[in-house]
């Protein structure tokens, strides 16, 4: 019996340190399972935290350099180029002057000296010279940018060569980019009523594109001698339902240049409107010889200038038999002197006006009629302090006048540019500086060299179009 249970024993004794090591490997792996799922969290949990980490002092970053970039870019201006004010008379050096620029061209601008140093009667002649200029390179580094219009400080003048440098630039009264003038006083509107023929729409955007300088504007139509009486009445009492009171006038027998001659006396004057409507007529016809010289009675000075451009007529062109259309003569903006001591700048034409400082918001109050029913309206007014005027409750703005249409063509076009400048600002554009991760984690930020547009393409791309376009050779 004690031999049948000595084997029996040591069978089972030596089975327990098997089922002993089973449940081991068992309780192993399920803790090494579990240590694998809390290392995996735990990798997550630091990339996530080092993610945000680098997040923030990517953040902190860039506001730090937006920082410096507006310090820097108020240092330049502050210390390298003040902005020089009209009332401070500045102390000329003998090869300095102050003057207006005429005009601008490619890298040059015509600048006419209104002031010198000391005006002696050998040196009276100098005052109305037109200089030929160039701006200096610190006025570009800090994106100063001089429009025609602009009063500077040009230095470094050559009398006999009639050169100099644009130093610095005036504080302007006013300005407007399209087409780029500074200090202008008054905008005239000027289309015609036939060749090419008037229309409503487009005649509307430029009134728009007026409205929104804040700058005081005049209309007016010209070549009234090719429609009737009737027609000109009919646009007379359509255009004083919009709001304005138009000026009729005709280059060729003279009508109403003694109204425009009136209004535009004593003001810097920007001519604006479609090609062919007589843009660069009516300036010829306003600066004549004959009323030029009576500009010395005035304020400018400019009658001095020996071969200037100034007293030269400007390029006429024809209305196109084809389309209808006038055709581009004026290729850049001039200020040009007319009679009665102001100044009118011939403007290139376009037929289509860009409406940008037009927004949804400001868009109603550029409406003539808009800002009438608003006014007679009394204490009452719209329901939301956001209304657009397109059939809100509560509105006081009716839909029966005749713009009402363009309104919304225009709103429509605008909400449109909005939409669209919000979804594609600053999400395209490569930034100046890229970041490298360096040692340790530590983002270090380096300028970037060239825009990517900019930048060579790889011989590996360059050699894999070349092999592509064999390969569609082959087939």
């Known amino acids: 019996m004690s031999t049948s249970i000595i084997p029996t024993t040591a069978k089972s004794s030596s089975s327990l340190p098997t089922i002993c090591n089973k449940n081991v490997f068992f309780n192993n792996s399920f803790h090494i399972r579990n240590f694998n799922k809390l290392s995996t969290k735990f990798r997550v949990i630091s990339m996530a935290a080092a993610r945000q980490d680098v997040h923030q002092r990517r953040t902190q970053l860039n506001k730090n350099l937006l920082k410096a970039k507006d310090s820097v870019k108020e240092l330049n201006q502050s ?99 399209d087409p780029p003038v500074a200090n202008v006083d008054h905008l005239l509107v000027l289309f015609s009523l036939e060749q090419p023929k008037i229309e409503a729409f487009a005649l509307t955007r430029f009134l728009i594109e007026a409205e929104s300088t804040g700058i005081p504007l005049t209309l007016a139509l010209n070549k009234c001698e090719l429609v009737d009486e009737k027609t000109r009445l009919e646009w007379e009492s359509r255009l004083r339902g919009w709001g304005y009171e138009p000026v009729f006038c005709s280059v060729d027998t003279r009508n109403g240049l003694d109204s425009l001659y009136f209004i535009l006396r004593d003001q810097t004057t920007v001519l604006v409107g479609p090609s062919g409507v007589g843009k660069s007529s009516l300036i010829n016809v306003l600066r004549s010889s004959q009323q030029v010289s009576d500009i010395s009675e005035g304020d400018n000075q400019s009658v001095n200038i020996e071969g200037s451009k100034w007293l030269e007529d400007q390029r006429v062109g024809v ?82 006048w005749e713009r009402y249409p363009y309104y919304l063509q225009l709103l429509d076009e605008i909400k449109t540019r909005e939409e669209f400048q919000k979804r594609t600002i600053g999400t395209k554009r490569e930034s100046d500086v890229r970041y490298k991760v360096g040692e340790m984690g530590v983002i270090q930020v380096e300028p970037r060299l060239q825009l990517k547009k900019h930048r060579r393409q790889s011989r590996k791309r360059t050699n894999q179009s070349f092999l592509n376009e064999l390969d569609d050779d082959d087939h």
């Open 319 to 400: 209305v196109s038999v084809k389309s209808g259309r006038g055709k581009h003569t004026t290729r850049h903006v001039s200020l040009l002197p007319i009679s009665g001591g102001g100044y009118l700048a011939d403007t290139p034409g376009f037929s289509q006006p860009t409406l940008l400082k037009a927004t949804k918001v400001s868009l109603p109050q550029l409406f003539p009629e808009i800002r009438k029913m608003i006014e007679d309206s009394g204490p009452t007014t719209c329901s939301f302090n956001d209304c657009l005027h397109v059939g809100e409750p509560g509105c006081v703005v009716t839909a029966d």
């Open 79 to 177: 210390s390298l180029s003040p902005v020089l004010d009209n009332n401070v008379i500045p102390q000329l050096l003998q090869n300095q002057a102050v003057g207006m620029v005429a005009s601008a061209q490619a890298n040059f601008m015509r600048v006419v000296v209104q002031s010198i140093k000391e005006v002696k009667e050998e040196e009276e002649g100098k005052i109305g010279v037109e200089l030929l200029c160039v701006v200096k390179a610190v006025l570009k580094k800090i994106k100063r940018r001089v429009l025609v219009g602009d009063k500077v400080l040009v230095g470094g003048i050559d009398w006999n060569d009639k050169r100099g440098m644009i130093e610095n630039v005036y504080q302007r009264d006013s300005e407007i980019m």
